[in-house]
């Protein structure tokens, strides 16, 4: 699970040069919301994983912000190419946290936690997810708005 947020950071932050990939297509604008429960889902990862299987390779993915809002990126650089994806959700949380004191740093430390997934696992997934989107050339001023259902708090692993 630990290698699929290192990747999308990867995806998120993209390269660390400036200079576009020579095959990445035109970047269309897209601002989507992410609600969970009808209210806003923030520090959520979302994920456009292309349909067709010709565009795989240029995923877009970005992190809500406090509305659950978010700009989508490819590559790191603002935008999406044309075609059709899933919207896939993702958020994962730190808790039940348990501390101990060092006496070499003279500080507490986390000793102990463990790990929860908060969006139902169906949006999770490119191939369970209810939610599409289609990207294209033309200028829309719909907004989008996609709601992972209710709360959940699964474990995914502890200590």
Aim: aromatic share 8%; proline share 7%.
């Amino acid at each position: 699970m630990r290698n699929i947020f290192v990747i999308a950071a990867l995806i998120v932050v993209g390269c660390s040069t400036s200079d576009k990939p020579t095959d990445l297509p035109s970047l269309y604008p897209c601002t989507v919301t992410i609600t969970q429960n009808n209210s806003p889902l923030a520090e959520a990862m979302v994920e456009f994983v292309p349909v067709d299987s010709s565009n795989a390779k240029y995923r877009a993915a970005s992190i809500t912000d406090e509305n659950g809002k978010v700009s989508m990126k490819t590559y790191g650089f603002p935008g999406v190419p044309i075609g059709k994806y899933k919207v896939v959700v993702s958020k994962n949380i730190q808790d039940d946290l348990v501390y101990a004191y060092n006496p070499s740093t003279e500080q507490k430390e986390i000793v102990s936690f463990k790990k929860y997934q908060m969006v139902d696992p169906q949006y999770s997934s490119a191939e369970t997810t209810p939610h599409e989107i289609e990207i294209t050339d033309k200028k829309r001023k719909e907004q989008y708005v996609f709601d992972v259902g209710k709360t959940v708090k699964i474990l995914i692993s502890s200590p």
